[in-house]
């Protein structure tokens, strides 16, 4: 149900006392004074503890830094006078004796009477005796076709051209801003670069830093990967292309439904986080990593809070990207931490939130070990997909040699022989492989001389692979991947011997 169509059923019932917890207390006091002047004939007396009540002559300033007092206008006026009591930053006083008595005494009237208190307050503090009086209304960060009139009204004041593919990135990166944080770093933006254009999305992206700087638990990373960093996997790198305009209006009004995640299994050094990296920067969305390490609290209850606020924060934000690294370390179905519960309490949350989300977070986990995951986890519905990423084949090592040799010698990266490397690398990892490269620029600069396709493969064969240090683990994953039950990444598998 819609804001003004719940808070209208409230008043029509009335409900004493509303609570309405926001950190936009100017943009839901003009919603709700444009509501009541369209829907109810309600007068509004607004309130705040510096200077009382305000936009009504007669009582100007009545209750300045008294809050009892403050009440005691809601009495004084005729039970036939339809009011709404807008109450700023009220929460801060509810512990105090002598306004929680008043509030009691005051709800036997306002239900007999056409007047509502409505209290307006950035954090939710409500006292245990008061709980039953008063009534949670939700109010959203500003929603899609408010962000798209807000900055109408902002390009047209400035005069400015803005394509309608700019402007719906535009729009998607203000998501989980108030209109007044979106206003003030529109203003940054025009400071900064005399216009509008494709650079101002990494400014928006870093206003949301400031949001998620406040928790401890989810880390902002600033991410300039590329899907084609990426070697080899075409098959998941098809996938993504396709969904990569999914979270824009086009596709809402066409009736798509929003990407839920994806899950990467595979060995260590596939590439996995690479690519989560790489979808934030290919999306352009802000890219929120998960520590779960600092998930689990050792308060009885407080992963499970921890837990609520990761959500919260995240679908605030959203559209965003929510990467979990190593899932199977954070729920591991063979681990008894003898923690009373906690941790399957924890796995329950997630699950469900995965299943019945409906903000656009797109979730990507990565896994090295898929047996220890709970089947909760890798069932249909958690994620879209769930993609294999395996040693890479040949002629995806060849690829992921000029990557790395590319961004090391960009000017003379053809001169090397990449069939030879792809062909001494076979088992090695992306990651394996660029660490070939690196030793291979150490042993030359101590030489004081350029590194050549020798010295790659000289440091290949000095390096031993995971594949052959874990070749059971290997085997395994592989026939795991190979029995259909997940996608792969690539059109082959490189199997280990």
Same mark, same amino acid.
């Given at each position: 149900m819609k804001f003004n169509d719940e808070l209208t059923l409230l008043l029509k019932a009335r409900y004493p006392i509303i609570y309405i917890n926001t950190i936009e207390e100017d943009r839901v006091e003009f919603v709700i004074r444009k509501h009541l002047k369209n829907k109810l004939n309600r007068s509004i007396y607004?309130?705040?503890?510096?200077?009382?009540?305000?936009?009504?002559?007669?009582?100007?300033?009545?209750?300045?830094?008294?809050?009892l007092q403050a009440l005691?206008?809601?009495e004084r006026l005729t039970a036939e006078t339809p009011a709404v009591f807008l109450l700023k930053d009220f929460n801060r006083f509810l512990n105090d004796i002598s306004i929680s008595r008043k509030l009691k005494n005051i709800s036997r009237v306002l239900k007999l009477q056409p007047k509502t208190i409505i209290i307006i307050g950035s954090d939710l503090n409500i006292p245990n005796e008061l709980q039953d009086l008063i009534t949670l209304l939700q109010f959203e960060l500003p929603l899609e076709n408010e962000i798209d009139q807000e900055l109408t009204r902002l390009i047209k004041s400035l005069n400015i051209e803005v394509d309608s593919e700019l402007f719906e990135s535009l729009i998607r990166a203000c998501q989980g801003l108030s209109l007044e944080r979106i206003r003030r770093v529109l203003s940054k933006i025009i400071a900064t670069y005399k216009t509008i254009n494709n650079d101002s999305i990494s400014i928006l992206l870093s206003e949301k830093k400031q949001i998620i700087s406040q928790t401890e638990i989810l880390e902002y990373w600033s991410v300039n990967e590329k899907i084609t960093n990426i070697g080899g996997v075409p098959n998941l790198? +098809?996938?993504?292309?396709?969904?990569? @305009? $999914?979270?824009?209006?086009? %596709?809402?009004?066409?009736?798509?439904?929003t990407p839920r995640g994806l899950l990467l299994v595979g060995i260590q050094g596939t590439g996995k986080s690479l690519t989560a990296k790489a979808i934030a920067n290919e999306w352009q969305l802000p890219l929120l990593k998960l520590d779960v390490g600092k998930l689990f609290g050792g308060?009885?209850?407080?992963?499970?809070?921890?837990?609520?606020?990761?959500?919260?924060?995240?679908?605030?934000?959203?559209p965003c990207i929510?990467?979990?690294?190593?899932?199977?370390?954070?729920?591991?179905?063979? +681990?008894?931490?003898?923690?009373?519960? @906690? $941790?399957?309490?924890?796995? %329950?949350?997630?699950?469900?939130?995965?299943?019945?989300?409906?903000?656009?977070?797109?979730?990507v986990a990565t896994a090295n070990n898929v047996d220890v995951l709970p089947l909760e986890i890798i069932r249909k519905g958690r994620f879209d997909e769930i993609f294999f990423l395996d040693l890479p084949q040949k002629q995806e090592r060849e690829q992921i040699f000029k990557i790395h040799i590319q961004e090391f010698r960009p000017n003379t990266w053809k001169s090397f022989?990449?069939?030879?490397?792809?062909?001494?690398?076979?088992?090695?990892s992306g990651a394996e492989i660029r660490q070939s490269i690196v030793e291979a620029m150490y042993h030359a600069f101590y030489e004081e001389r350029e590194f050549t396709t020798d010295d790659i493969c000289e440091a290949l064969q000095e390096l031993i692979p995971l594949a052959q240090l874990e070749n059971t683990q290997m085997l395994k994953l592989q026939s795991w991947a190979s029995s259909g039950r997940i996608r792969l990444a690539s059109s082959k598998s490189n199997k280990v011997k």
């Open positions: 607004s309130w705040d503890f510096v200077d009382g009540y305000t936009n009504n002559p007669n009582n100007e300033g009545f209750g300045k830094r008294n809050p005691e206008l809601i790198k +098809d996938w993504l292309k396709k969904r990569k @305009t $999914s979270f824009g209006i086009q %596709a809402s009004n066409y009736g798509l439904p308060i009885v209850g407080e992963s499970e809070s921890r837990l609520r606020q990761m959500i919260n924060v995240a679908e605030t934000l959203s929510l990467w979990i690294d190593e899932i199977d370390k954070a729920f591991n179905n063979n +681990d008894s931490r003898g923690d009373s519960g @906690t $941790s399957n309490r924890v796995l %329950a949350t997630f699950i469900s939130w995965l299943s019945e989300k409906t903000k656009p977070v797109f979730v022989d990449y069939d030879k490397l792809a062909e001494l690398s076979n088992l090695f």
